[in-house]
């Protein structure tokens, strides 16, 4: 193991754009069993994110203890945030781990500030969570009972399987707050599942995470998304994926199609002339100039041909595009103990 200590105050010529003075910067950590990965570790000034007004997201706050993803996942949307810290969007977004070591501490404090509405809080819409990161650190306990402590609702989402290690603590402070979870399993055929998101657990030990959270009374979403045009959208590959998610105990299932955002187009590109040079043409036919979405009318074909399947396995499920609108959750009341004293005002936001 090797440490590259800092001293307080000191500038660092080699540290991320902005994080270059050590009260922001703690650390940067390279590990023999993260090979090839460097952990960024760093005093976040903030843990709540506000979501924008005009977001389509149903929800308007999140955490993200990391940024940057060992999952690897060719596709992921989040791969243009790590141009904000002057890091590419492909290798550097797998490799170079931003980790807001102090997360739940400065959580605990935003939590407790009078203003705070205990609305719902979503965690993993940007990276994940339960990346492999998490095994190291563990920033996700604290973060679980500073929510539960002060009475906010959350969600999570994930396609970690480390969930499972936190599933006892989530099922206790159920008592105490609404907690939704949810597992995202795009592709479950195993050798495209390797290619296209190197770095996630397989398929089957998703299944299984979901399983054991269903079986102390979660009601489990399964994200059947992003679902490939060409690659994962075969009635043989969605009457298997939706066949194994019934078979999981999943309460319901959301879907939809690839979305290429401009921060991982040429990443996928790359991957698909590598993997599937033959594909090449069609996709630039679906995702032409700087399109973003899959055209409407492959949506309306997906849609026709899965939601009978979704049917035919008695499974609830809906398109991503048609999720209901961002409301206001009406929280539980505070626990008495909550700290309710004025906190000091907020440092500006660095993450």
């Known amino acids: 193991m090797r440490w590259q200590g800092q001293r307080l105050g000191a500038v660092d010529a080699s540290a991320l754009p902005g994080l270059d003075r050590v009260d922001a910067g703690v650390r940067t950590v390279t590990t023999p069993e993260f090979a090839g990965m460097t952990f960024h570790e760093v005093m976040a000034k903030s843990a709540l994110n506000h979501v924008p007004g005009p977001s389509s997201m149903p929800f308007d ?8 993803c060992s999952h690897a996942c060719v596709y992921c949307f989040a791969r243009g945030t790590h141009k904000y810290l002057e890091l ?25 500030r009078p203003s705070w509405q205990r609305e719902h809080v979503a965690l993993g819409t940007n990276t994940d969570p339960y990346q492999r990161a998490e095994g190291r650190y563990r920033l ?3 973060i679980i009972d500073a929510l539960a402590d002060s009475g906010t609702p959350f969600s ?17 402070r159920r008592a105490d707050v609404d907690i939704s979870l949810a597992m995202s399993i ?3 055929d195993d050798a495209l599942q390797h290619a296209i998101e190197p770095g996630t657990p397989s398929a089957q030990a998703r299944l299984d995470t979901v399983r054991a959270a269903a079986d102390l009374g979660f009601r489990v979403q399964v994200f059947l998304m992003p679902i490939v045009p060409h690659l994962s959208d075969s009635v043989e590959a969605l009457d298997d994926a939706l066949a194994r998610v019934k078979a999981s105990g999943a309460h319901r299932v959301v879907y939809g199609a690839l979305h290429l955002r401009p921060g991982v187009k040429p990443w996928f590109f790359q991957w698909l002339q590598r993997e599937h040079p033959d594909l090449v043409p069609a996709y630039r036919g679906l995702y032409p100039g700087a399109s973003v979405e899959a055209p409407k009318g492959y949506r309306t ?3 026709q041909r899965i939601r009978p399947l979704i049917r035919a396995h008695g499974l609830n499920g809906y398109a991503e595009e048609d999720e209901p609108p961002r409301t206001r959750v009406t929280p539980r009341a505070a626990p008495r103990f909550i700290e309710t004293r004025s906190a000091p005002a907020a440092a500006p936001t660095l993450f």
């Open 61 to 68: 706050w999140t955490i993200n203890p990391y940024r940057g």
């Open 301 to 303: 074909w997906l849609a």
């Open 156 to 172: 999570i989402l994930t396609k970690g399987t480390l969930l499972r290690r936190d599933l006892p603590q989530l099922a206790r």
């Open 186 to 188: 795009a592709v479950y």
């Open 88 to 112: 590419d969007a492909g290798r550097d977004f797998d490799s170079q781990i931003v980790v807001k070591v102090n997360v739940a501490e400065v959580l605990r404090r935003e939590l407790s």
């Open 140 to 142: 996700m306990p604290d």
